[in-house]
């Protein structure tokens, strides 16, 4: 291996990614049946997606209208008339022998996505990425290969088909070469495939989950001679499935071309698989070209020519892209670049959003979602807008705080009752005892025996060093559960004392 500085030294790095997205049509693309994920292996398949003789498939128009939408939202031309056609190879989890798909008519082409990174001051730059394609096709079958240390077929006992994700609609996004990155290769890959995804979730066409993998990538990459403009042999990673995962697979196979060039080899163009576990990618199967798929025009099913008047209607439905909403919102909310930052990656940003819409300030709505609540959703193992508590609620919890029912550290517990779901805020302060104690008789009783338990901090604040009286508050704040009036006591401190 060579170092990724060294390798880029002598070598132009380009990228080529194909990211695959399970769209979420109830059925599947050319056929009734469903599309649920997780349920038992071989109860979703019907004669069509087996590819039985005789069976006859029929478009899905939601995924149409879906593959459209993407395509628009991607910048794309939309075609005026395209066809599917078989794409001809064997694979064990593909019942049919053919994958149905597009070849050289998809029906959205020529786009581009604007990606948003940022340099080593901080600032953020901007990288295009053109996109060739994004054409629909249907997803294959599942291998499951039983015994051995990898959970590959080599080494394996036996190997089990599930034909339920046969079928599945698909959209393949493909770009163009992505030439000019240099060092930041790894990281436009990366951010490419981040805001794609924003953009899939926010256009509603699938949840893009990657561990899931209902988003996919493949990263194509190649070395040329620094200052050549022929593209070196590229190799494709499949099925990487996370963020981090498409960075480090960039830069461990520029490290890997680099080192097989330098010793006079040759880059064999092959499909390779990424190990998570160990940051490398090993050897897969020698990569086909185009030719040897037999693309030819699928002969069931008739060409896909969607009307101006439909493509414009569904021009209008496209919601606002991600990166342009993000950086509206930050402005509006007055948040930081790191503020923003820890915001988009705990994925809090729709939630803060509706929790400012029910009444609370964004700084308020953030220091719930991100300091608080993102660690109980990280704990308990789940999406921070699955944590167990809405918008609404959060937005009621700092109304009480801000009218010193509660304090913060009561606020916590009041979270506590409302992920265990005991109630709303206000059954769950009067259930737990939770309401701050602004009673003066009680206050001054507690102010005194923290007074007399530290008579040399009481002579601190008598001599003039106010600061001090933290110390008091605290004694009176454990004294009292937290649940005191940490303003009251203070002036009652003061009143006191000076």
Known sequence: MVPFDTALASYDPALGLEVHVELNSNTKMFCGCPTEFGAEPNTQVCPVCLGLP???????????????RIGLALNCEIAEWCRFARKNYFYPDMPKNFQTSQYDEPIAFEGFMDVDIQNAAGETETFRVEIERAHMEEDTGKSLHVGGATGRIHGADYSLVDYNRAGIP??????????????????????????????????GVSDARMDQGSI???????LAPKGSDVLGT?????????????????RYEVERHAAILNDGGKVLQETRHWHEDTGVTTSGREKSDADDYRYFPEPDLVPV??????????????????????????????????????????????????????????????????????RRANDAGVELAAVGVTPVQVAAVQKLVEAKTINDKLARQVFDGLIAGEGTPEEIIAARGLAVVSDDGALTAAVDAAIEAQPA?????????????????????????GQADAARVREIIMEKLT
Do not use: C
Request: glycine share 8%.
């Open 305 to 374: 020519a969607p009307s101006r008047a439909w493509v414009d209607e569904l021009r209008l439905t496209l919601p606002e892209n991600p990166t342009v909403r993000k950086a509206r919102l930050q402005a509006e909310y007055g948040f930081t670049d790191l503020e923003m930052r820890d915001v988009w990656a705990a994925g809090a940003l729709p939630l803060i959003e509706a929790t400012v819409a029910a009444g609370a300030t964004p700084q308020s709505a953030r220091k719930w979602w991100v300091a608080e609540l993102l």
């Open 234 to 250: 590229r190799s494709e990673t499949k099925n990487v499935n996370s963020l981090r995962s498409v960075e480090r697979a960039v």
């Open 54 to 68: 005789g069976a006859m498939p029929v478009v899905n128009a939601k995924a149409i209208e879906s593959a459209i």
């Open 216 to 222: 996919r990538a493949d990263v194509n990459l190649s």
């Open 170 to 203: 698909l959209i393949e996004i493909v770009t163009k070469p992505i030439r000019g990155a240099g060092e930041k290769a790894p990281e436009i890959a990366k951010a490419y495939v981040a805001q794609l995804r924003e953009l899939i979730v926010a256009l």
């Open 457 to 481: 901090v009481a002579d601190k604040i008598r001599g003039g060093n106010h600061a001090a009286a933290g110390a008091l508050i605290g004694g009176v704040m454990k004294a009292m559960g």
